[in-house]
């Protein structure tokens, strides 16, 4: 057998050779992620989840603690990648904050290195003889009485009172899991049986026991919140049960959108009755001209970067209608896009604070703009409709972009989503206007989209964010940053997935601002000026277009080769120049007619 300098066969050489391309793999992501890089922060956890759960399942014993530990520690390295120093490192900095997180829940444990089982509270016992120890209603009542009885004759009752407080707690968030799930939970929390004795005991597997858990500690976080609200617990049967499904307007291809903000908006104006050109909603909201880049890299998220209230607001109110929103952040969860929510208030993961509005649109047959951020890849999030809902499965039936059926999300799902913004429009009743009246209140939003394009592109900083550490540029200074991003080398590699869907997006919307520049009532010089720069928008998208085709959009973490960037960067230099010229044609028509449409 032919060995190298080493001893080595051709195999040992191989497997050496391939574990040295994995180190220097992992390295990379790592760095990547150090920078910002999202997607090469997902691969390095799918690479080594498994990994962290067995050092954390190794320190409790227990898998179910395990899975928690390594939920809370991979979000703390999630927000803390940036103060790891040296990439190779990135190992061993996973293990400490595992660990940390592990000693943590440990010592909360006590000496159960878990939840503190029920028979670590101490009581007295008085009037025992009336007690179901079978019956855990029955002994929390006791234990109530106990506590109340206490704090009357001990001399410092603040204890017995807590204990007495927690007690009824318990008693009362218990009504919200069905008889199976309080049955598993009773066993695991109170009994202290493992998984495996469990899924003996009722016929199932451990898989099917570790699920139940999880759900009833989300159940009960839940429902201990409404409890804490004075909220009443539900209980079976309390509420009318309904179920709701809306037919939504047909949405063929054509009129579908990848910027999907307002292809949503037009999809549920056209399930209102109203069907609209996405061409026309894009230009009157703007959404046609703009165009924004990170400062860091190439993320996809300067897509998502605008005041959604205000956007929403504005072009309801540009095509007739009012919108009713909801909108929030969870506090305890990491919260994407950022920038664009951090204004949000903090609110609450119950269904009472959001199921209530859905069902209120959807009885009145009014879709649901909702904020998707479980969306189907290659996406990460986008906007979708909520169309119906199911208050027996806890159900609700929305659309998603790349589902053409939709799907279903649960009641628990829409609550805990971290960022929530939900909108409905109601048509504002309007006088009747003259065909006069009508033609120059065109003319009106055909100008005031022109000006919003000009004054856009000319502005480099068109959103700033309150969060220090989020800048991105617009209009045509995006494309040098974009450029900038594309030509930072092999070093700082631009970020895969988010360069190929701003090309799929950019491209789009450039081709929808010609289409509209098309239709605007001008007239003369200044209409002749308008459909230039329509024909440079067009070839502009058509630039932007060709780095899509190099990149197309997908969900992967593969790093752009230079020659790659640099046939992209190209096309970009292209499509400013095109855009740029675009620009020069509006600006010239405003100035040539511009006063004679003013009102």
């Known amino acids: ?189 109170f009994k202290q049986l493992n998984p495996e004795e469990i899924a003996a005991m009722y016929q199932m597997t451990t898989g099917s026991i570790y699920t139940y858990i999880h759900r009833s500690r989300r159940k009960l976080k839940q429902e201990q919140i409404r409890v804490s609200l004075g909220l009443h617990p539900k209980k079976e049967g309390s509420l009318m049960v309904k179920r709701k499904l809306l037919e939504l307007a047909e949405w063929p291809p054509e009129a579908a959108s990848s910027f999907t903000f307002v292809d949503r908006i037009g999809h549920m104006l056209a399930s209102l009755g109203d069907r609209r050109e996405t061409s026309e909603l894009m230009g009157l909201s703007g959404f046609a001209f703009r165009m924004q880049i990170s400062d860091k890299t190439t993320y996809a998220d300067g897509i998502y970067m605008f005041d959604w209230r205000n956007a929403l607001s504005a072009l309801m109110e540009a095509a007739g209608y009012d919108a009713a929103m909801l909108c929030g952040q969870l506090s305890d969860s990491p919260v994407p896009l950022l920038g664009a929510v951090e204004r949000f208030p903090v609110v609450l993961p119950i269904e009472e604070a959001v199921i209530p509005f859905i069902r209120k649109s959807v009885d009145s047959g009014k879709p649901v703009l909702y904020f998707d951020t479980s969306a189907m890849r290659p996406y990460v999030h986008e906007w979708s409709l909520i169309y119906g809902y199911d208050d027996e499965s806890k159900l609700v039936y929305l659309t998603d972009a790349m589902q053409p059926e939709g799907k279903t999300m649960s009641y628990e799902e829409i609550a805990d989503n971290p960022v929530r913004f939900l909108a409905a429009a109601s048509r504002r009743e309007a006088a009747p206007s003259s065909r006069s009246e009508t033609e120059k209140q065109r003319r009106k939003a055909a100008l005031e989209a022109v000006r919003f394009a000009v004054s856009y592109a000319r502005n480099s900083r068109a959103y700033c964010p309150m969060t220090s550490y989020l800048s991105y540029t617009s209009g045509l200074a995006a494309y040098d940053r974009w450029i900038e991003h594309l030509r930072r080398g092999p070093a700082s590699p631009p970020n895969r997935y988010g360069l190929g869907q701003l090309a799929a997006v950019y491209a789009e919307t450039k081709r929808y601002a010609a289409a509209f520049l098309r239709s605007v009532p001008f007239e003369g010089e200044a209409m002749r000026l308008v459909l230039l720069a329509a024909e440079a928008y067009e070839q502009a998208g058509e630039a932007i277009a060709a780095v899509g085709d190099i990149v197309p959009f997908v969900r992967t973490a593969e790093i752009v080769p230079p020659d790659t960037s640099e046939a992209c960067a190209k096309h970009l230099e292209i499509a400013k120049t095109f855009e740029a010229a675009a620009i020069g044609y509006l600006e010239k028509s405003i100035a040539l007619y511009g006063e004679e449409l003013s009102p």
Not at 126 to 144: C, F, K, Y
């Open 1 to 189: 057998m032919e060995r190298d300098g080493y001893g080595l066969n051709a195999a040992g050489t191989a497997a050496i050779t391939e574990r040295k391309e994995q180190i220097e793999h992992n390295d990379r992501l790592a760095e990547r992620a150090r920078l910002g890089d999202t997607e090469a922060f997902g691969e390095l956890i799918e690479r080594h989840r498994n990994r962290a759960k067995g050092w954390a399942e190794r320190m409790t014993g227990d898998p179910h603690l395990a899975d928690d530990i390594v939920q809370d520690a991979l979000i703390r390295a999630f927000m803390h990648i940036g103060s790891l120093h040296d990439a190779s490192r990135f190992l061993p900095w996973l293990h400490k904050i595992v660990r940390n997180q592990a000693n943590m829940r440990l010592r909360r444990g006590g000496r159960f290195k878990r939840e503190k089982p029920f028979a670590a509270f101490e009581t007295r016992q008085a009037d025992a003889g009336d007690v179901n120890w079978d019956d855990l209603d029955s002994i929390l009542s006791h234990l109530t009485r106990s506590a109340t009885n206490a704090a009357a004759c001990k001399e410092d009752p603040a204890e017995h009172l807590l204990r007495k407080e927690l007690y009824e707690t318990i008693r009362s968030v218990l009504h919200c899991l069905n008889r199976k799930e309080r049955a598993v939970f009773e066993a695991y929390f």
